[in-house]
């Protein structure tokens, strides 16, 4: 491996299966990156028992306990300066980060979102993809710029809409699909393999890498039936 693994601070709100993915992923230890925190915004937040249990020091910085969001963002930064952070992972982090602070991570922040960018930003991506009539949905890990979930794209994964589809088992699709995206997202932005210039995704590694920059059971199947597609798992 070259270099020291990057510190990484992860920001949820809740259950915390994306930041569980990346805890899981950085426990080997030739992976590239190492969390070296986390932080909710919210102090009931489910993964913040997951990462305590895996021995990760956890914060919380919620909204009541600061006149507005810039001082709480301010509180942020203190916390990412004591963990050292190199690199920001929002997974499933439910706030807008203040434009000071989006500009100060810039190229070092990024995000998850459920669906195959740049359709479907906001809430309730299933139910629009749903709505949509869309064959083909997905997740995206992207840098976060202040444009809410209009970063450039760093990977992507795509899973079939079958026709029986409602929001749970769609949401459920796309969910296994995020554990396998996110540790390998922030795998090429710590390894300088993906890297953000300007508006633009610059991907440097070799286009025969062993890491794709995509991923789809689809292409993986050789498009086997659907049926097969549907019942996907990592
Ligand atoms: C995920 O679907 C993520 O893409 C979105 O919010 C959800 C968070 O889920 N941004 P979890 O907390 O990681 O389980």
């Not at 190229?107 to 709505?131: E, V, Y």
């Not at 292409?219 to 597609?229: F, P």
Request: net charge neutral.
């Amino acid at each position: 491996m070259r270099g020291p693994r990057k510190r990484v601070v992860v920001l949820i709100s809740g259950r915390g299966s994306n930041m569980r993915a990346l805890i899981e992923a950085a426990g080997d230890p030739n992976y590239p990156a190492e969390i070296v925190g986390v932080i909710s915004n919210r102090a009931n937040a489910a993964g913040l028992d997951f990462a305590a249990a895996a021995g990760i020091p956890t914060r919380v910085i919620a909204k009541a306990d600061y006149p507005d969001a810039a001082s709480q963002d301010a509180a942020l930064n203190k916390a990412l300066a004591e963990f050292r952070a190199d690199l920001i992972c929002l997974a499933g982090y439910m706030r807008l980060l203040t434009q000071t602070f989006v500009e100060r991570w810039s190229g070092r922040m990024i995000n998850i979102h459920p669906s195959l960018l740049p359709l479907f930003k906001g809430l309730h991506p299933h139910a629009q993809a749903l709505a949509a009539g869309v064959r083909v949905h997905g997740c995206s890990v992207h840098f976060v710029t202040f444009e809410m979930d209009s970063g450039p794209i760093i990977a992507q994964a795509a899973v079939p809409v079958l026709g029986t589809d409602d929001e749970n088992n769609l949401s459920a699709r796309v969910l296994a699909a995020e554990h396998r995206l996110y540790p390998l997202a922030l795998q090429l932005v710590a390894e300088g393999q993906v890297r953000m210039e300007g508006e633009t995704a610059i991907v440097s590694m070799a286009e025969t890498a062993k890491q794709p920059i995509l991923i789809s059971p689809v292409l993986e199947t050789g498009g086997a039936d659907l049926e097969a597609l549907a019942r996907f798992t990592p």
